[in-house]
């Protein structure tokens, strides 16, 4: 399955926002791409930091949902939107995830909620699981990848391959955090033996990486720094390796143990 990510430089303008994606999409269509996901708040920019949110415009945010949703009908492409959900009076950091068919099919809202997130968004409890061509995939955002309690139920899930959205930028360059934040991309890709592939925003200085990590941790695609990119990445179902099963298998022993005292 031939997969993008696409980073770029979003704002508090959804009117910029919206025709950068769109020119991603038809980019994402030429090179037969089967699914593209956005970075955290791509579509309407990461409130503070890019926008007051409550200055932010929900018809028009909704208006070019709805444009979005056409272009992945027009391409055949599933489409993973960062962007804001409001539902019963509340809002969420959410990846929508629209089908070919032009509809969003699900929806993950964000659960590791912090400093700015707890200001604006209410707590998510969606799973974040669906199966695309018959490849069963994860979505996390940002603050989750710290803690792998969220990358483990998609192990105990089958999940082959997670994407985690972030925003996760500075206005001073830090190579230390960047180095962190890809540290833990790779644990979660080895510890759960699953291929991970992060997207960031490209405004200001990147902080976490645009990149593909297989299953053992190796970074096998990363975009450059601070600039507009289309990483596209042919996923295949990777052979297990002495290591790999070993790290399954073990998982698999640690995951009922604990049950097994948690029944008792």
Request: hydrophobic share 40%.
């Amino acid at each position: 399955m031939r997969i993008a990510v696409f980073q770029f430089e979003s704002s508090g303008d959804i009117c910029a926002n919206s025709c950068a994606i769109k020119g991603a999409i038809l980019k994402a269509a030429e090179n037969n791409v089967r699914l593209l996901v956005l970075h955290e708040c791509a579509l309407c920019g990461y409130p503070p930091l890019e926008v007051d949110i409550d200055t932010i415009d929900f018809s028009a945010l909704d208006a070019h949902t709805h444009a979005i949703k056409q272009l992945a009908k027009e391409h055949n492409l599933y489409i993973a939107l960062g962007t804001i959900r409001e539902h019963d009076g509340k809002r969420y950091n959410s990846t929508l995830l629209i089908a070919p068919s032009g509809e969003i099919v699900c929806s993950y809202d964000k659960r590791a909620l912090w400093g700015w997130d707890l200001e604006h968004f209410a707590k998510g409890d969606s799973f974040g699981v669906f199966t695309i061509d018959g490849v069963k995939v994860g979505l996390r955002i940002c603050f989750e990848v710290r803690f792998p309690e969220y990358f483990r139920e998609l192990f105990e899930s089958g999940v082959e391959l997670c994407f985690i959205s972030f925003y996760d930028v500075s206005s001073e360059d830090s190579l230390g955090r960047y180095d962190r934040i890809k540290a833990h991309l790779i644990t979660r890709a080895v510890e759960n033996v699953m291929t991970v592939v992060s997207v960031n925003s490209s405004s200001k200085y990147q902080t976490a990486p645009t990149a593909v990590f297989d299953i053992n941790g190796v970074v096998v695609e990363e975009a450059p720094r601070h600039k507009e990119h289309l990483l596209i990445y042919d996923y295949c179902k990777p052979e297990l390796d002495f290591g790999a099963k070993g790290r399954v298998e073990n998982s698999i022993q640690a995951i009922n143990l604990q049950k097994g005292r948690m029944e008792q």
